[in-house]
């Protein structure tokens, strides 16, 4: 399945690009997406972030099973 | 009821068949409270004001800087150094003198939150700080407020409606805030100036429809805004009843929280890091170098005999500053220029002593 990454806000930063593709062979749950990020970015790892599967916000416990949109969103409190 | 000069000043919100007489006169009775007088507090200020909201509060302990100007629109020149509520009130009855505004030119904080809130029908958060977020949060859940909220990064936006109708709060979006040492704010990052125009505006106008009744709040749903690309998308969120009831246990003992401890802008100190009191005891002290990492125009100013000035662009070439038998301690706006050098320090050049000031210079002092 393919995973479609949209990065946001100061993770842009972190990642250095703000969309790619990430094929996987394996279903995985968000926990594990997020394992999966940090080995590819090790910086992500002191960065907090929300996880949007298909434009709607999930749990670390749902599992992503099929090609899906992956919005990774950081908290930001400027004003 | 209308008199004749607010019959014509909104006379193109009655002749909507959405908004009529019916809608006009929900905004007169209405009482908002907006928490902060900046980038996004000015637009939704003037727009509420221009729309004719009856009652508007505004709630910021802050003075005008000349590096506000920029995006804070409410503000001249002239205003530099004047407390921002008071004077955006000023301006604002300028523009509209049927508009009641109550002027708090103090901090938002567990203390006074709930009693604030309780005299208003709807929150608008245009806060720039974590700690004032989830305060302000807790208070709309605990007082039951619809809150607006928005925020903004460098060129990205966030708008949403929280605790509307038993819908989701910001507690259910992000239920525990980012680690204290990776926060930075627009002093520290940037913005571009237009940003809190849109997202400040698209605040007041979910304000002005959940008053007036009109439209499909925006409830349950995160907008992101990416002026780069100038493009929209938008997130469901879902309520989390734990989170909200980690809100609703805290009623009791409201007053005692403290945010800035729950954020982890303060508390408890690590080796490299430097309470204010132990700073203040080294100004001036010859067995110590302090260096302030902040542009010259960044206050507020700090002086002492041993305060040097090394700014951010110049580190590379000045690394010989640091290596030195004194106690070195870096000293930025926040704390987050000064914790960047410190690691590239210990990790680039082997200096394993340098100290910093935590918090940094903004909070220096309060």
Request: a negative charge; aromatic letters at 6%; one cysteine or more.
């Amino acid at each position: 399945m393919m995973l479609d990454l949209k990065y946001l806000g100061r993770i842009v930063e972190v990642t250095g690009v703000s969309n790619e593709q990430i094929e996987s062979a394996n279903k995985m749950d968000l926990k594990g997406l997020r394992e999966l990020l940090n080995q590819r970015y090790p910086n992500l790892k002191s960065e907090s972030f929300q996880i949007a599967v298909n434009q709607e916000l999930k749990s670390d416990d749902y599992l992503i099973d099929r090609t899906c949109e992956i919005a990774i969103l950081p908290p930001f409190a400027g004003g | 009821m209308l008199n004749q000069e607010e019959h014509k000043r909104y006379n193109r919100h009655v002749i909507l068949d959405q908004v009529g007489l019916e809608g006009q006169l929900k905004l007169k009775a209405a009482k908002v409270l907006v928490i902060g007088a900046g980038g996004l507090g000015c637009p939704v200020l003037q727009y509420l004001t221009a729309a004719g909201v009856g009652t508007i509060g505004i709630i910021d302990f802050d003075t005008v800087d000349l590096s506000n100007l920029q995006r804070q629109i409410l503000f001249t020149t002239a205003d530099v150094g004047k407390n921002k509520a008071s004077c955006a009130a000023e301006r604002l009855q300028q523009l509209n003198d049927q508009v009641k505004f109550e002027v708090y030119p103090e901090r938002l904080t567990s203390t006074n939150a709930l009693e604030l809130f309780a005299a208003y029908d709807l929150i608008i958060d245009g806060t720039d700080n974590f700690s004032t977020r989830y305060l302000v949060n807790d208070a709309a859940v605990l007082t039951n407020k619809p809150l607006v909220y928005g925020s903004i990064y460098k060129f990205e936006g966030q708008v949403s409606v929280f605790n509307y109708e038993d819908g989701p709060t910001y507690r259910c979006l992000f239920p525990v805030p980012p680690k204290a040492g990776t926060i930075k704010n627009c002093s520290e990052i940037g913005v571009i100036g237009v940003l809190p125009g849109i997202i400040g505006t698209q605040q007041a106008n979910e304000a002005i429809k959940i008053i007036m009744g009109v439209g499909k709040p925006l409830s349950g749903k995160l907008l992101i805004y990416d002026a780069l690309q100038a493009s929209y998308i938008t997130v469901g969120i879902q309520r989390a009843e734990a989170e909200v009831q980690k809100t609703l246990d805290m009623k009791a003992n409201f007053a005692q929280h403290d945010y800035d401890l729950f954020c982890g802008v303060k508390g408890t100190l690590e080796a490299h890091e430097l309470s204010n009191s132990v700073f203040k005891t080294m100004l001036n002290d010859e067995l110590v170098r302090i260096i302030d990492l902040r542009e010259g125009w960044e206050e507020p100013q700090l002086d002492g005999s041993n305060v040097e000035r090394i700014i951010m662009s110049d580190i590379q070439n000045m690394i010989e500053r640091f290596k030195t038998d004194k106690t070195v301690v870096l000293v930025c706006q926040t704390g987050a220029r000064s914790n960047n050098v410190r690691q590239l320090l210990k990790q680039t050049h082997q200096l394993q002593e340098i100290k910093e000031l935590k918090g940094g210079m903004e909070q220096y002092g309060n």
